[in-house]
């Protein structure tokens, strides 16, 4: 997880003492930041409200490697599509 972006907003949930400990055990990178200018917040809301109704709430997993590679479908078909290229 070390080196990954957790995208984060100021929600109390990501202001926690106890999401601070874990994301500095772990090591991801947040995206916290200032005050101001919201248009990379309202892209990454955008995109993870699109992933939720598109593959989360589609189906149950049976296990990660089942959702690990449904998200990676997912994302590079949506990539793809959005890009205009083919796999």
């Known amino acids: 997880v070390a080196g990954c972006l957790v995208h984060e907003d100021r929600g109390s949930q990501f202001r926690s003492g106890l999401f601070q400990d874990a994301r500095t055990r772990h090591g991801p990178i947040g995206t916290m930041g200032q005050v101001g200018p919201a248009g990379d917040n309202a892209a990454m809301e955008s995109f993870f409200a699109l992933l939720q109704k598109s593959v989360?709430?589609?189906?149950?997993?049976?296990?990660?490697?089942?959702?690990?590679?449904?998200?990676?479908?997912?994302?590079e078909r949506t990539i793809t599509a959005a890009d205009g290229k083919t796999v």
Request: glycine letters at 4%.
């Open 56 to 75: 989360l709430d589609r189906c149950q997993w049976a296990t990660r490697d089942e959702l690990r590679a449904g998200l990676t479908t997912w994302i």
